[in-house]
């Protein structure tokens, strides 16, 4: 089964600061995707990034951007020049190319400090 | 605008009854999804629905049951089986099925609480 791991429970920035965000996976797929999702406290779910296990190329989106490590099963996301709204919780997943069980993990609360 | 609204955003339920859990979106999206968190935990899926009049179980499908007679809507009900519903409850839809690239859309979630 796969399974996604978040080592850090809770990470701190200072704002303008960078940090970065860790995520592992398990997997015996060689075909699939990876997204980092941010939960503010509105409780609603937002795509962060999104990345295809093919590319080799890391995905990057504005401040965000991932180091996809395919051969360590690592997909950690990088917050540059940290902002207040930052702060949310951040889940790492995965979903296989043949199957519909996206795969979360426990997430990691961000605070940002100003 | 388009998007997933449940409701209700706050339900209580006595021990024994039955809830209903509504999902409703505007996006013209093809599949939708039911996913339950608990603290400290990240998301786990109860039900899945790739089309109209079909549904597949997820992982913690036991003391749930849904159904899917529109495009539009996915309700969730939570049975009495169910021994710990308390929990929140977060819709999801997207254009396709999630194994083939599509982007998930989740709605603002539901908070459901025993009592």
């Known amino acids: 089964a796969q399974t996604v791991t978040q080592s850090q429970p809770e990470m701190s920035v200072q704002e303008a600061e960078t940090v970065t965000l860790s995520c592992t996976y398990d997997t015996s797929e060689s075909d699939y995707y990876l997204f980092w999702y941010k939960q503010p406290p509105s409780r609603q779910m937002i795509l962060v990034i999104r990345q295809e296990a093919y590319k080799q190329q890391n995905a990057t989106e504005n401040r965000f951007s991932v180091n996809f490590q395919k051969a360590a099963k690592s997909f950690s996301l990088k917050i540059s020049d940290s902002q207040l709204g930052d702060a949310a919780m951040y889940f790492c997943a995965y979903t296989p190319y043949n199957n519909n069980d996206m795969r979360f993990g426990a997430g990691t609360r961000l605070t940002v400090k100003p | 605008d388009g998007g997933i609204t449940q409701s209700p955003k706050y339900l209580f339920r006595k021990e024994g009854q039955n809830v209903t859990l509504s999902c409703e979106q505007n996006?013209?999206?093809?599949?939708m999804y039911w996913y339950r968190q608990d603290p400290g935990q990240g998301l786990r899926l109860i039900y899945y629905s790739q089309i109209v009049n079909d549904f597949q179980k997820g992982d913690i499908a036991e003391g749930y049951s849904v159904s899917r007679e529109k495009k539009e809507s996915f309700p969730l009900t939570v049975t009495s089986a169910q021994k710990n519903p308390t929990a929140f409850y977060l819709c999801a839809s997207s254009t396709g099925l999630m194994s083939s690239g599509n982007t998930i859309y989740f709605g603002e979630g539901s908070w459901l609480t025993v009592v």
């Open positions: 996006l013209n999206h093809d599949a």
